[in-house]
Nanobody, 128 residues
């Protein structure tokens, strides 16, 4: 059973930074890609980033490229989402999720049905 627990959300001013973590159950990072999604009130859930287990390939939504970095932290079994230069439109609840495979694939953000495991999310609010 894959378990995912997000942390690190909070209130930050525009231009600020946050570091989100997705803590995963043992060996998950060896076998599963991990994606981050976000959902703002009244909007559909959208993909933010994905990192593959196999070759460490990384994918980013166009809206966050250059501002967000995803990485594995094997020491504490987490996937980290470093978010810099945050904007008002980054306000959302952020979720990590794992598909039933080790690679992200080019369609990583387009089909929610491919994600079998989800965390409960962490809230990010960007406000002045």
């Amino acid at each position: 059973q894959v378990q995912l627990v997000e942390s690190g959300g909070g209130l930050v001013q525009p231009g600020g930074s946050l570091r989100l973590s997705c803590a995963v159950s043992d060996r998950t990072l060896d076998y599963y890609a991990i994606s981050w999604f976000r959902q703002a009130p009244g909007k559909e859930r959208e993909g933010v980033s994905c990192i593959s287990a196999t070759d460490d390939s990384k994918y980013y939504a166009d809206s966050v490229k250059g501002r967000i970095t995803i990485s594995h932290n094997y020491a504490d079994n987490t996937v980290v989402l470093q978010m810099n230069n945050l904007k008002l439109e980054d306000t959302a609840r952020y979720y990590c999720a794992a598909p039933g495979r080790s690679s992200c694939g080019t369609a990583w953000s387009r089909d929610m049905d491919q994600y079998y495991y989800w965390g409960r999310g962490t809230q990010v609010t960007v406000s002045s």
